[in-house]
């Protein structure tokens, strides 16, 4: 079947720091990837998204690379901020399927 | 464009009480969504509609109806609430076409906390 699997958090990362968030997927066909964010009292928002292999889906200085081959979909950012500090999803629809397939989610904490 | 509204923000029922949660959206868009969020399980689909006039069970639809009343409101109704149902509801709408092209992205309410004690 079809899923999506996050790191677990949260992640304690300082200002400035490198961010990786790991999502890999299993999926039947050729699914369009999402990346999410939560940020705190809020409902989620689409942040970066890829349609097709070896695409890359950027926004706000978050880039993820959609790779077949791994079956992965990681959310990286060179230079974290503490507005950054939310709870970032993982997410797959399955070709035309009207469903979005949710990770857990993972907690990002910036320190300043 | 307000986007995505739910009403009420927060609420607290007793068990074997009934409540309806009411979402509306003003993009026009086709299809609509009702999840849970539970800490550490992401999210889950209750029911959607993927077009005005239609329902459909998703991940974890016992215990909750919904009703399409119409292209801009979806409504989810609890009729007999239990503790298992604490948790933090988001409705979401989306389009089937953007820029001429198939869409796939999801739009979210603020989200109501429902407490059953």
């Known amino acids: 079947g079809n899923s999506v699997t996050q790191m677990e958090g949260p992640v304690t990362l300082s200002e400035e720091a490198f961010l990786t968030i790991n999502c890999t997927y299993t999926?039947?066909?050729?699914?369009?990837l999402f990346w999410y964010v939560q940020y705190p009292g809020e409902g989620l928002q689409l942040l970066l998204k890829?349609?097709?292999a070896d695409d890359k889906g950027s926004n706000k200085g978050f880039e993820a690379t959609y790779r077949k081959e791994t079956t992965s979909f990681h959310l990286e950012k060179g230079s974290v901020q503490v507005s950054d500090s939310a709870v970032y999803f993982c997410?797959?629809?399955?070709?035309?399927?009207?469903?979005?397939?949710w990770g857990a989610g993972t907690k990002l904490i910036i320190k300043p | 464009n307000a986007g995505v509204t739910q009403t009420p923000k927060f609420q607290v029922l007793k068990t074997g009480q009934s409540m309806t949660l009411q979402c509306a959206q003003d993009m026009n868009h086709n299809s609509m969504y009702w999840y849970r969020q539970d800490p550490g399980m992401g999210l889950r689909l209750i029911y959607y509609?993927?077009?005005?006039?239609?329902?459909d069970k998703g991940e974890v639809p016992n215990g909750y109806n919904v009703s399409r009343l119409n292209k801009r409101e979806f409504s989810l109704r609890l009729e007999s609430a239990a503790p298992s149902q604490t948790s933090v509801y988001f409705c979401?709408?989306?389009?089937?076409?953007?820029?001429?092209?198939?869409?796939?992205?999801?739009?979210f309410g603020p989200g109501t906390r429902l407490t059953v004690t």
């Open positions: 979401a709408s989306r389009t089937l076409f953007l820029d001429g092209r198939y869409s796939y992205e999801q739009y």
């Open positions: 997410a797959l629809t399955p070709d035309s399927n009207y469903q979005l397939i």
């Open positions: 890829a349609t097709k």
């Open positions: 999926a039947t066909g050729y699914p369009s």
């Open positions: 509609s993927a077009s005005e006039g239609t329902t």
